[in-house]
């Protein structure tokens, strides 16, 4: 049997120490450890898939919380059954003792409250990254009214530029749409939308 971990931030600037200190302290060797600096509202993600495929039966799982396993309900219940029934490893979460799949529940009740633990707190991690989307939405409307222009020196963007690069990332109007309006060639446009979600999305 073999014991490997997981960890996940979201964005590249973030720091994943406080959840591999947590698996260093479990015991789980440096090259079991798998980390993304990767959204959670799927599951394509470089590391998490290499670890998967090398998962058997008997295998554990180790993950700091639930929502560093992923950030959308439906999608993490799936993946914590294909792990658990499909593969037959075992999944512990640190931060939430009741849900660890080694201790096999003796009756339907102790089923049932694991059940519920994971779908309830599986419900929160989705909620979370919604509102979280919401509060950057809103910081994007905001810079828009206020006329507010960011980026990194020289460049600057005009109020038109940032109102058209919104309807784009809010999926209001297609990308070629989007690029004929600011008059950019492709590698450019995402240069420049990738820049304006980093900061503001």
């Not at 509060?135 to 994007?140: K, L, N, T, V, Y």
Request: charged share 30%; glycine share 6%; no cysteine.
């Amino acid at each position: 049997m073999n014991t490997y971990a997981y960890a996940r931030v979201s964005a590249k600037d973030q720091n994943l120490e406080r959840q591999l200190a947590a698996f260093h302290s479990f015991g789980i060797e440096k090259n079991r450890i798998f980390a993304d600096k990767k959204s959670g509202k799927d599951f394509e993600r470089k590391e998490y898939k290499k670890m998967i495929k090398k998962m058997k039966s008997g295998d554990l799982l180790v993950i700091k919380s639930i929502d560093r396993l992923g950030r959308n309900y439906d999608r993490i219940i799936a993946e914590w059954a294909h792990i658990t029934n499909t593969i037959g490893a075992d999944v512990l979460v640190l931060d939430m003792p009741l849900l660890d799949t080694r201790t096999k529940a003796e009756t339907l009740v102790g089923k049932f409250i694991s059940d519920i633990v994971l779908q309830v707190l599986s419900f929160v991690a989705e909620n979370e990254r919604e509102n979280i989307k919401q509060r950057q939405a809103e910081g994007i409307r905001a810079a828009i009214g206020k006329g507010i222009k960011f980026g990194r020196r020289p460049t600057e963007y005009s109020n038109e530029f940032l109102s058209v690069a919104y309807d784009y990332i809010e999926k209001r109007i297609s990308s070629e749409t989007a690029r004929h309006l600011l008059g950019l060639k492709k590698n450019n446009f995402y240069y420049h939308i990738y820049r304006i979600k980093e900061l503001y999305y």
